[in-house]
């Protein structure tokens, strides 16, 4: 899998505001780890098996993380040809693409606030993921600044995981995502990970 990680934590950068809500109701923010029958609450999560099984997993008791956001999509044709360039791909090999995001907020609150430890992290991660047997797979962890007014606000900072994933059609190509995402959740929860 390719795999880096970057930051976008400048003046004019978005930030990262839970819980939020949408523009003319179109979503909310749904606390999982409160409530994890909540999933039927989020659309994205009906209708991708895979983001609804990352989704319960990431906001899991022992998981490092809660869900903030998600979104999934079949790529454009703009967005499709950069990642068959970063993959070393040809059309022919990759005609069809499949990607999602989830932004991820650390529950310890030391490394919430702390971007070193986040980037230490998400360096950590990208060394993990890069060892995952995924060719048709990309990951991208982005450090963003946020939000968090839940119990009381604080100012911290989260992670946006993007995933993104090519096959030789688009079922293909949706597997290859479903598959990575798992691999790469399975990461964030295990040993590895959490003991640096």
């Not at 029958?37 to 993380?65: F, K, T």
């Not at 995001?101 to 919430?112: A, H, K, M, N, T």
Request: with cysteine; net charge negative; charged share 25%.
């Amino acid at each position: 899998m390719l795999a880096e990680w970057g930051a976008e934590c400048g003046a004019d950068d978005p930030v990262l505001v839970v819980p939020w809500t949408a523009e003319a109701g179109m979503g909310e923010f749904v606390d999982l780890r409160e409530n994890p029958y909540d999933l039927d609450h989020i659309p994205e999560a009906e209708q991708h098996p895979a983001l609804m099984q990352a989704l319960r997993a990431l906001n899991a008791a022992r998981s490092p993380v809660f869900t903030a956001k998600c979104d999934a999509w079949a790529m454009d044709a703009e967005e499709l040809a950069g990642l068959r360039v970063e993959l070393d791909l040809t059309e022919v090999e990759a005609p069809a693409g499949f990607a999602s995001y989830i932004d991820l907020v650390w529950r310890e609150r030391g490394v919430f606030v702390s971007a070193a430890q986040q980037e230490q992290r998400m360096v950590r991660l990208a060394r993990l993921a890069d060892g995952l047997d995924q060719r048709y797979a990309a990951l991208e962890c982005v450090l963003r600044p946020a939000l968090v007014d839940l119990s009381g606000p604080q100012e911290g900072f989260a992670v946006s995981l993007y995933l993104k994933a090519v096959g030789t059609d688009a079922p293909h190509a949706y597997e290859n995502w479903g598959t990575a995402l798992e691999a790469v959740v399975g990461l964030l929860r295990g040993r590895e990970f959490a003991g640096g």
